[in-house]
Every structure is written in C-alpha cells, then in structure tokens.
C-alpha cells in the first residue's frame, strides 16, 4: 500500500497544483507539490527497502481494472520487485531532490504551479512506467513521460525554439514508439497476453515460432526485442533517433536534468532490462542493441567533445552514457546496466543542476564560451561539478567508476563484446576529455563573460545547492556502497529473480576476474582524457583552434553533429513537408475538400449554368427542345 | 400516270421552296403569302394521292381561315422584325448544324424505308369502289371513331371557352342612368358659386370645365379656388367688340 | 361497341358542360363557388364510376379500361379535386382568377388526362393529350392581366404546340412502318422480324413529345418558367395531376405498342432519365423563388419516375405507379403550403419567405417538413418507398448507372429540401403569413397524412399497382 501512496503521491501533487495553483500561488503550488514528492520519496524508499531487505516478498499492488475485451486483460497493478523498488527509490529521490532546486531555479517564473505541475505530473508517468505489471500500462507511463517531456521542453512556448524542440522530441519519440507499440502487438499476439509473468512464462515454449515475412522467417522473438529496442531507441535517444535530445535542452535546466538525464531516457534502458527474459533468447536483438549502443556511446562523446553549449555536451554526454547501459543490455549483464543507470542518474543529475547552476549565476548564459574563470566566483558549484565530473569520468573510488568498469568488463567478456568493448573504451577517454573541456572552459582560465555579467556572477540560493549536496554525496559513495548488491556477489539474492540472466549467469561473477589491464583501462583512460583536457585548454590554449584548423573537416562534422540533423532535414523533412504540402494542396485543398466543396462549387456552378440556360426566351427553349430529340436521334442510331 | 408523277414533284419541290421562302422572307407579309402557296402545294399533293376531301378542307380551313387569321395578325401588330432576325443570325450557325444533323438522320430513316406488310396491304386497298373520298370518312368517322371525333369535339370546346376566358370582358364603362342617384342630387352638391371680378375672365379665375371623367350623373364636382378656397361667382365673360 | 368503358370520361365531359352551362346562368358573385363545388361533385361521382365501371375495350380498339387505367385515373382525379380545392380560396383572393370557368377547364383537363391513360390507339392518345393540354394552356394563362401567367400560357402553347408536332411526326412514321394506329397491331407489327429504322426514328420523336409533357430534360426548358407565371393554384395542377397522366401514358405507349423495342428505347430514357435527375438535382440549388424550385424538382422526380420505366419490367412500371402515387400527394401538399405563403393579401413566393415559419405557423411549417423530408426520400415517408421501389427496379434490370446516379442525385437534392426545412425552422422569422384558409388546411393535411401513413397502406397500393402494372403488360 505505501507502495501505492509512493507512485500516486504526485499525480496528487500535480492534479492540486496544475488545478488549483491559480488559487495556491506560486508558493503554494511548490509547496504542495514538494511535500507530496517528499512524501512520495519517502514512501518510495520505505516501501523499497522493505523490499530489498526481505521484510516483504515480491508481489503486486492491485490497483483496479481497466480493460477486458475478449481474451485482451489489463489491470492497473503495481509490480512490486527489485528492480521496480530500486527504480521507483531512485525516481522519487531525484524527482524530490530536483523539486527542491527548481523552487530556486524557477523563481519568477511566469508560470510556476504550471512547472510543478508538470514535474509531478512527469514522476507519476515515470512511476507507472517503472512499476508496470504489463506492458500496456508501461506504454501508458511511456507515453505520458513522453507527453509531459513535450510540455516541459516546450514550456517556454513563447520561444519558437522551444516549441521546435518539443516537437522534435515528441516525434523522434513517436518514431520509436511505433515500433514498440508493434512489439507490443506481437508480443499479444504471440503471447496471448501482455503481462510480464504470463509472457516470461512462456517465453522458452515460444523460442521457435517464426515469422514469414517477405519469403524469410524471422525468430519472433527477435522481431518482438528488436521493435521493442526502437522503442527505447527513441526514448534514449540512440544513434539515429538521437538529435532531439540536444534539441530538449531548450527545456528548463531542472527539467533537463529529471526527464532528460536521470528518468525518462532510461526507461528504454528500464524496458530493456524488463524484458530480459524475452530478451535472453532474442540473440539477433541483442547484437543490435550492442551495435547501437556502442556506437552511440563513441559517436554522442565524439559530438560532445566539439559542443560549446555548456547544456548541450552534458546532454551528448547522456546520450554516450545511454549507449554504455545499452551495451551492458547487449552483453548480458542487464544488473551492470541498471547499476550505471542508478548512478548516472545521480551525477548526470548533478551535473546538470550544477550547469543550471552556472547558467543561473550567468545569467542565462549557456555558450562556455562566453564563460571561463568562475572557479573562484561561485566554489561551491564548481566542486559539485568537479564530483560530478569524476564520478562521469569513471575515476575511482566515485560512483561512476563502479558501474562503468562493471559495464567495461562485462563487455569484454560479453558475447560479441570485442566491437562494444573497444566503443566503450574510447568512449571512456572521451567523456574524460568533454568534461574535463567543460570544468576548464566552465571555470578556468580567462573570464570571458562580458563585465556587466560577470559582475553579477552568485552563488545560488541553498535550495538549490542543498540538492547538490545530495545528489554528490549519491556520486561519490553511491558506487562503492552499492556495487556489492547490484553487480558484486549479492547481486542474485538483491535482485531476486526480477532481472534474468538464463543463458549466461556467470557474466556477472566472470567479471570479477577480467584481466589486470582491462580492470585498470577505463581509470587510465579517464586520466588520459583529463590530461588531454589540460594540456588542451589549460597549457596551451590556442591548441584546440589549431586543432580545429588543421582537421577542419573533422572539426565542422563535430560541430554539426555529423549532419544528422541536416541529413534528416534533406531525407526525411523537406521531402515530408513537400509531400505534406502536395497532400494538403492536392489532395486536401483540392480533392478532399474539393470533393464536398468541389461538389457543391460544381453543383452550385453547373446549377448556375442550368439557370443561365434558363433565359425565357421561347425560341432557345424551343431549340434545346430539338438539340435534345437530335442527341436522342443520334445516341440512338450510334448505340442501337 | 406520267402526268401524276410529274406534277408530284412539280408540287412537292414548289412546296418545299415555298416553305423555305416563308422562314426566309424578310417581310412578314410575304411569308404568310408563301405560307399560303404552300398550302395549295400541300393540297395539290393530297389530290395526286385521292384525297380530295382532306386537299379541300386544306384549302378551306388554312388558307381560307387560318392563313387569313395570320395575314391580319402580321399586319396589326408592330413586331419589329429586324431584332428577330438578329437572334436568327445568332443562333444560325448551331441551328443550321442541328438541322443538318437532323436531315442527314432522317435521310438514313429514308435509307432504311422498310415498310411493314400491313402498311403496304392497306396502301393497295384505301377504300373500296364506287365510294367517294369523301363519303369513306364519313362512314367510319361517326361510327368508328365516334369516340375520337367526339373527343375532338371537346378539344374544340376548350379551345372555344379558352379564347373567351383569355379574352371577352365585362365592359364596365358603357354608360347608362342610374334614377336613383339623380333624383338624390341637390344644388349644393353640384353648384359653386365663383366671384370673379369684373372683366377678368374665366382664365383669370382658373376655372374649367371639369374632367370629362368626373362628369358622371350624381357626382359632386368642386372646383377649388386656389388660393382663397372660397365659392366664386362664374359670370358671362362680357363680350368685346 | 362496348361504350360502357369510357363512362367515366363521358359522364364527366357531361359534368363538364352542365357545369358551364351553370355557370353562365349562375349569379355573378357565387359562380366561381358553386361551379366548384359541383366541378368537385362530379369529380368524386367520376371517380366512383371509375371504381364500379366495367373493364374491357371499347370503341373498335380505341379505348380501354383496365386496372392500369383505374388506377391512374383515380389519381389524377383526386389530383384534380385537390388542385380545384386549393384553388377555392386562392383564386377568390386573387384578381381576376375567381371566373367559374375554371374548375369547367379543370374538368375538361381531367377528362384528356383520363382519355390520355386509356389510350390504345395513337389516335386516342393524340387527341387526350390535346385536350389536356389545350385546357391547361388556358389555365396557365388564366390571369389574363398578369404578363406572368399570360407568357406562361403562351410559352406552353407555343412549346407545347412544338411537342404535338413531334408527336404527330412520330406517329405518323410509326403509322406509316406498321401499317396502324392501334396499340395491339402496332405491336404485332414489331413482334416479326427487325424493326425498321423508320418505325424507331418514329419512336424517339413519340417520345420527345411525350417526355415533353412529363417535362423530363431536355424537354424541360418550359417548365419552371411556366410553373413560375402561372397562378399558383394552377402550378398545383401542372405540378399534380398531368404528370401523372403523361407518364403513365408513357409507360403504357412503352410497354404497349413499343414493348417489343424495349432494348432500343431503353438507353433513351435512361439518358432522359439521367439528364432529368441532374437538372432536377442542381438546378433548384440557386433558385429563389419556391414555385421555380419546385418545378425542378418535379423534373427531378420525373427522372426518378423515368428510372422504373427505364427498368423496362413489370417491377419497374409498379415502381413508377408507386412513385407517381406518392409525388402526387407529396406535390399538391406542398403547394397547398405554398399557397398559404400570403403576407396582407399579397402572394409571396420566394424561398426566404419561409423564414421563420416554425415559430409563426407550426403546423404548416410541419406539414412543409415532413413534404420536404419525403421528397428527399426519408423513411418512413411516402417519398421513401417510391424512391426505393424505382432504385430496387433499375438495379434488377442491371441499371446500375441510373441507380448510382439516382442515389447521388437524391443526396444533392435532400440539400435543398433541407435548406427549405432549414429556412423554416432556424432563420430569424418575417412577418406571419396571413390567417390559411380552411381549403388549404384541408389538402394540406390531407396530403400531409397520406405522405405519413402511407407506410401503412403501402400494402395494399403496392397489390393496386401490382395490378395495374400486370393489366399493362398483360
């Protein structure tokens, strides 16, 4: 039951403030929305523990039911496992963590109950995804994660480029959720059910039926991960599906660091991990979310390494991050997967909160360009950022460098892991080195800010620092404390049968014995990529320029994304909205519309033409008369 | 039989000529004239065929009655003929093209001529011998076709009470004494009294005689004075030599 | 001789005269009344004679009295009797149109129609036709003041005339490839061998002079201007009762002596049909005045009556039995509306003088509702089934053309039949229409229930129409 009170305590707290907020004030409105995600959190953490600990076993909270049509059932339940309990602690702990900083962050804001509206509105969608019991209502918190990221990325709506972005995201997403909303389809159709016990059931009775499509059959299952995996590819924003995740920055910064850093994005993640025991046997989809997921992880560094946008390269960052999590899905080791996302949740977050905290003191600034020399000016973020930054990093003994070294050597050790394990490992330098590129350019070196800023350069208020001071507690210790129960050795009793791992359960014991340079690459590379970092922007500072000049072509690439954006617009956007347009000219304007106005243009024209004809003049009615028995005449003789 | 043939095509090119004449004639009058010559054309053509009766009621009827009635209309009436003729050279381009379309079809109905054997049976035997043209119809129409020639008969009546409805009306306006009124007038009613100074005249006072329509038996006619509204006397104007 | 056949026709040519004759010696104030009244007694005494007289032919082949026939002649008796009762009142408020001759040409009118569908000999059929038509010319014109009913007059004698000769033309080459006039030899003459192409030729142009009469486009073009001049209560008659004769004379020259071409004349009055349905689908869409919108739409109802004669079966002529059954109603209700549509003594007759009327006059705005609705073919109405039966026959006969156009034609139309229900009901009101008479109340709500119920005793006229058709077809 406290279950329960964790997931719908914000629907609650958003339906008062977004209803009420008008009456509530601004004031009222945090207020009431924090406590109830205070309250949610605590809760959610109570409930959890209970859980992890064994006070309580695994079981369902029942809600009510929804739907029955024919053999189609879905109830709304709550999944009360292991990995549901850690995600839902997790999401309320930020979700509360980050309420607190947007009091601060979003003070005299225009719209304020509006904002934690949707930031409470956002944790229940994130809640339900989480604690799903079938896969229809985990679409159900999909979708509304992805309703409300739609909102809040676009809840400047007086900017059009927020509304663009919105947009963006919201049908890049669209695009992934076709294909798991067809996975889902297939899974009811091969299942004959879409709740996860009745499907993992059957899961092994399934491995062989096939789909005949296009004169191939095609392993079902494969197909069913595989339309499954486009649908998180959409919501992580993998390679392809990737560019709005840049794009939704335009987004509040505290709405960037819950839905676009900590939660939304790893639910595709969060649903791999879900379906693993589907997933287990569907060796075809694994390889390619190893594929992707690799590739993401080097290709979204690589992006970020080029990024002036301070937002922006934490945000490639994430998508990097995502495709380690994916990588570990690839290789088994779904437990690694769901540790790197717990604690990536925690510095991502933090870090995002201390960029918002630097756009804060620069007042709106975001382009680290302009910036430079804060180190002194605001300490405080710029020592969360430091954290943060390690904990990314990878450098022990933070967080970061627990699941990221468990991602590493699974991967190593995965099946197929040599391609993601080489993506990774660049990735980790990397990311070292965009950090590092960030903190230097961030606080570093000359002040950049015209002076009229940089005068006005603060530390922020303690709410927002407070959970700063959190969130980095979570970065630092999160990993060391924490890496015996989600990947160590009391991984299979913490995690009680919600994750599978059937076809390879050693995976996660095997790392423990990768070999003695694996286990140190990752750190070496992390303090290779700082090292880069410093000689870079701190040593030699008209080296990167030079850089730029010399490998102009590499360079222009990064800094436009490899042109996915432009390739998109040339492939897909222009022709669409050609084709749009031709739609709406052709065969809206002019055939549907044109049918019925058409119609009654035809019906009123040739009406008028009937009239017209209709001129009292006895002579012409007396030869339409005879025009009419010549046409009958002549019809008759040329068709009798 | 030579004789008929010959005066069957004199007749029946003279008929079509003359038809062609009475659309065609600029002057009215002239195309009820080959109007006419038509008829007789058209009754020369029953009388090659042995129908003298129908030839002779052609003659009384149309030409005697209705050609006639036409020649009256066309000369009362104040048609303007040049404005028709416009909408004829308007519309003669598509009317000769119709009209084209329409000959040509009736020539291929010529082209298919296949008369049936009754038809040509009854050709052979028109009516018995010894029996006038005239004489034939009278048998079968009162006894036959008493039905039609009575239904004809009405059609004759509607025509007739048509044309009185369309036309007769009550003439209101004759005049005649209504008794009554005329012993119910008095002086007062009809006589006003006019001062008209000396030598001034009727004109100078304005008066007239009143308006032949208001002059009815028993009618009060006032004649105002203009500017005084006030009885006049009408004196003789004085005579001057 | 059999004269008993026609006894109807003869009696009521008879009431005919003894009426005018009454009403030349009647005095001047009351003659339009009380030769109305009696042109009505004679009408119901007619029509009893019609259901009691013996049927068979008569007059040497002349003439026949058949359920087909009966049936007809009922309606365009009651056709009749509604037309003279609307006029009653309308033409005692309007100048000059109160003259007893009237309901005398009425009759005489009745009397063509009714020899019209006796016909079997073209003899026969020519000289109904005239004196219908003859006597309808003249009422066209009847106010003989108005330049408007006087054009309309002339028109439909000037053009009428032009029709006559295409039918006499017709006839006569008819006459002239089968050796006949009578219906039963012209037949027989068809039945051996391929007609000639003369005998067809000669068809087509006895069809134009009869669609004339029917106004099926193109022979339509007089139509609306005459519906428009002519008095009102004579449009009612236009609209009513001569239609009904002239397609049923149509079938019966079809089915009779032309029955044996069905293949050759079916595409024509498919055409006819077809060119009708759209004229009488567009056409009244702008028009403005309610008489001209309502002889389109009697042209339309025409092209859907031609639809069962299309079909060429028996079906097909119970179908348009039917059909002209219901228009029959539906169309003298309506005018009865029309009629009614008088501000201060004055006839007002376009379409926004309706505005309004569902909250000055409830009851006439319904009665106009629900004719509006069955002319537009909404169940359960009267107009339904008659557009159901011609469809159902045209698709048995494999016309899916005319039938796909005939549904797409009814769509079009139910928009301005709507419009008018529309006007009615939700247009800001006009000032109220004059207190109705009784008479119009009378036929309106006459027809307004025949319309309504006829679901109920669409039975036994189905079974009557049945019959009629069978007695056709023989």
Redesign the interface.
């Known amino acids: 039951m406290i279950f329960a009170i964790a997931v719908f305590a914000p629907l609650a707290g958003s339906l008062i403030s977004g209803l009420f907020g008008r009456w509530l004030g601004d004031r009222g409105a945090q207020a009431v929305s924090v406590i109830l995600m205070l309250v949610a959190a605590f809760f959610g953490v109570v409930s959890g523990l209970r859980l992890l600990t064994g006070l309580v076993p695994d079981g369902y909270v029942f809600v009510g039911d929804w739907l029955h049509v024919g053999g189609f059932q879905a109830d709304w339940s709550l999944r009360y496992d292991s990995l549901s309990a850690v995600m839902v602690m997790m999401v309320t702990v930020v979700s509360t963590l980050i309420h607190i900083y947007s009091i601060g962050y979003m003070e005299g804001d225009r719209s304020v109950p509006r904002f934690f509206a949707y930031l409470s509105l956002f944790t229940f969608a994130m809640l339900m995804l989480v604690t799903a019991n079938d896969l229809l209502q985990l679409f159900f918190g999909w979708e509304g994660v992805g309703l409300v990221s739609y909102l809040l990325i676009g809840f400047w709506y007086d900017r059009p480029s927020a509304n663009d972005a919105a947009i963006k995201a919201f049908i890049m997403n669209r695009i992934g959720d076709l294909g798991f909303a067809l996975g889902i389809a297939l899974v009811f159709f091969l299942f004959g059910s879409i709740r996860f016990d009745t499907i993992f059931a059957d899961v092994v009775a399934q491995n062989h039926a096939v789909y005949h499509l296009f004169g191939a059959n095609l392993h079902a299952l494969d197909v069913i991960g595989i339309l499954l995996f486009i649908g998180a590819m959409g919501k992580s924003a993998q390679l392809g599906l990737h560019p709005w995740l840049a794009d939704a920055m335009e987004g509040p910064t505290p709405v960037s660091a819950l839905i676009h850093a900590a939660t939304m994005v790893t639910a595709g993640v969060f649903l791999m991990v879900r379906m693993s025991p589907l997933l287990e046997y569907a060796p075809v989809a694994l390889a390619v979310v190893g594929i992707i997921g690799g590739t993401t992880a080097v290709f979204a560094a690589t992006i970020g390494c080029a990024q002036t946008d301070i937002k922006r390269v934490i945000a490639y960052s994430t998508c990097s991050q995502l495709g380690y999590m994916f990588v570990a899905v690839s290789v088994g080791a779904y437990q690694a997967s769901i540790f790197h996302l717990i604690m990536h949740a925690f510095f991502k977050a933090l870090l995002f909160l201390t960029a918002g905290s630097v756009i804060h003191a620069m007042s709106g600034e975001q382009d680290m360009r302009k910036m430079g020399g804060l180190a002194r000016l605001i300490p405080y973020t710029y020592v969360m950022m430091w954290i943060g930054g390690l904990a990314l990093a990878g450098i022990p003994p933070l967080s970061g460098f627990f699941s990221k070294d468990a991602i590493i050597d699974a991967s190593f050790y995965g099946r197929g892991g040599g391609y993601a394990c080489i993506c990774v490992e660049l990735a980790t330098y990397l990311t070292a080195f965009y950090t590092w590129r960030l903190i230097f350019m961030t606080f570093h070196g000359p002040r950049r800010g015209d002076a009229h800023v940089m005068a006005h350069v603060h530390e922020s208020p303690w709410v927002m620092r407070g959970p700063l001071a959190v969130l980095a507690i979570g970065a630092v210790f999160g990993g060391g404390l924490l890496d015996h129960y989600f990947v160590g050795t009391g991984q299979r009793a913490f995690w009680n049968g919600s994750i599978s791992t059937v076809n390879d359960p050693h995976i996660l014991t095997s790392i423990a014995h990768v070999p003695l340079f694996i286990d140190f690459l990752p750190t070496v590379l992390g303090l290779l990529g700082i090292a880069t970092a410093f000689v870079m922007y701190m040593l030699r500072p008209d080296l990167p320029a030079l850089l730029a000049a010399r490998f102009g072509f590499i360079y222009r690439l990064l800094i436009h994304k490899y042109y996915v954006d432009e390739l998109y617009g040339a492939i897909f956007v222009r022709p669409y909205h050609a084709l749009a347009r031709a739609i709406w000219h052709v065969g809206d304007e002019d055939i549907i519309d044109g049918i019925p106005r058409g ?1 009654a243009l035809l ?2 024209g ?3 033409g ?2 017209r ?2 001129s ?22 040329i ?2 | 039989m030579i004789f008929a043939h010959i005066f069957f095509y004199v007749f029946a090119i003279i008929l079509v000529a003359s038809a062609v004449m009475v659309v065609t004639a600029r002057n009215p009058v002239h195309s009820v004239l080959f109007l006419i010559l038509c008829f007789f054309n058209a009754a020369g053509l029953f009388l090659i065929a042995g129908a003298e009766f129908l030839a002779f009621i052609l003659l009384i009827v149309y030409v005697g009655a209705v050609a006639v009635l036409f020649l009256f209309v066309v000369m009362m009436l104040d048609i303007d003929f040049s404005e028709l003729r416009a909408g004829v050279q308007r519309y003669a381009p598509i009317g000769g093209v119709i009209g084209a379309i329409l000959f040509l079809e009736l020539v291929l109905v010529l082209g298919g001529w296949k008369v049936s054997p009754l038809a040509a049976g009854l050709r052979l035997t028109p009516m018995g011998y010894g029996i006038s043209n005239t004489d034939a119809i009278g048998r079968v129409l009162y006894t036959q076709y008493a039905f039609l020639f009575e239904t004809a008969s009405l059609v004759l009546m509607v025509a007739m009470i048509g044309a009185i409805v369309l036309t007769h009306r009550d003439r209101r306006r004759s005049k005649s004494q209504v008794i009554a009124q005329q012993n119910a007038r008095n002086p007062a009613d009809t006589l006003a009294m006019i001062d008209v100074a000396v030598g001034a005249g009727v004109k100078a006072a304005d008066i007239r005689r009143p308006d032949p329509a208001l002059e009815r038996p028993g009618e009060v006619v006032v004649l105002p004075d203009e500017e005084t509204h006030e009885p006049v006397l009408v004196a003789p104007e004085p005579r001057s030599h | 001789m059999n004269w008993i056949v026609a006894l109807p026709e003869i009696v009521l040519a008879l009431s005919g005269m003894a009426v005018l004759i009454a009403g030349v010696f009647a005095p001047r104030p009351g003659a339009f009344q009380l030769t109305s009244m009696l042109a009505l007694g004679a009408l119901l005494v007619t029509a009893g004679l019609v259901v009691i007289a013996p049927a068979g032919v008569g007059y040497g082949g002349l003439y026949v009295a058949d359920a087909f026939s009966r049936f007809v002649q009922l309606l365009i008796l009651a056709g009749a009797a509604l037309a003279i009762i609307l006029s009653l009142d309308f033409n005692r408020q309007e100048a000059e149109l109160a003259r007893f001759e009237f309901p005398v040409l009425i009759l005489f009118a009745a009397v063509g129609m009714m020899i019209m569908v006796g016909a079997t000999n073209f003899m026969t059929l020519y000289l109904g036709l005239e004196l219908q038509s003859l006597a309808l010319y003249v009422v066209a014109a009847f106010a003989r003041d108005s330049l408007r009913s006087s054009e309309a007059g002339l028109k439909y004698f000037v053009l009428g005339s032009l029709a006559s000769g295409l039918l006499l033309y017709g006839i006569s080459l008819t006459y002239g490839f089968s050796g006949s006039m009578s219906f039963a030899q012209v037949a027989r003459a068809l039945l051996s061998g391929t007609p000639s192409v003369g005998l067809v030729i000669g068809m087509v142009f006895v069809i134009s002079g009869l669609v004339f009469k029917v106004a099926a486009a193109p022979f339509h073009m007089w139509s609306p201007d005459v519906y428009e001049g002519a008095p009102t209560s004579v449009t009612a008659l236009l609209g009513s009762a001569p239609k009904v004769a002239a397609l049923a004379l149509l079938l019966r020259v079809m089915m009779g002596p032309y029955g044996h071409l069905l293949s050759q004349w079916q595409l024509l009055i498919e055409i006819i049909s077809i060119a009708s349905l759209v004229v009488g689908a567009l056409a009244p869409i702008l028009q403005t005045s309610i008489k001209r919108l309502m002889a389109y739409s009697s042209i339309g109802h025409v092209g859907y009556a031609l639809m069962g004669l299309a079909a060429g079966t028996q079906s097909g002529t119970t179908a348009t039995l039917i059909y002209l059954a219901t228009y029959l109603f539906m169309t003298l209700g309506s005018f009865g509306v029309i009629i009614a549509m008088r501000r201060q003594g004055r006839s007002v007759e376009t379409i926004s003088d309706l505005a309004g009327l569902g909250r000055n006059d409830a009851g006439l705005a319904l009665a106009m509702t629900i004719f509006m609705l069955s002319m537009a073919g909404v169940p359960p109405l009267s107009g339904f089934f008659g557009k159901l039966y011609v469809f159902l026959a045209a698709v048995q006969s494999g016309l899916w053309t005319l039938a796909v156009i005939g549904v797409i034609a009814s769509v079009v139309g139910a928009y301005y039949y709507l419009r008018i229900v529309k006007i009615m009901y939700f247009d800001a009101p006009v000032r109220a229409f004059d207190r109705r008479s009784p008479s119009l109340s009378f036929v309106v709500a006459a027809s307004g229930i025949v319309t309504v119920f006829f679901i109920i005793v669409a039975g036994p006229v189905t079974a009557a129409a049945q019959a009629a058709a069978l007695a056709l077809l023989g």
């Open positions: 119609g019906a009123r040739s009406a008028g009937l009239v004809l209709q009292g003049s006895l002579a012409q009615y007396a030869f339409v008369m005879l025009i009419g028995l010549v046409v009958l005449i002549s019809v008759f003789l068709f009798r």
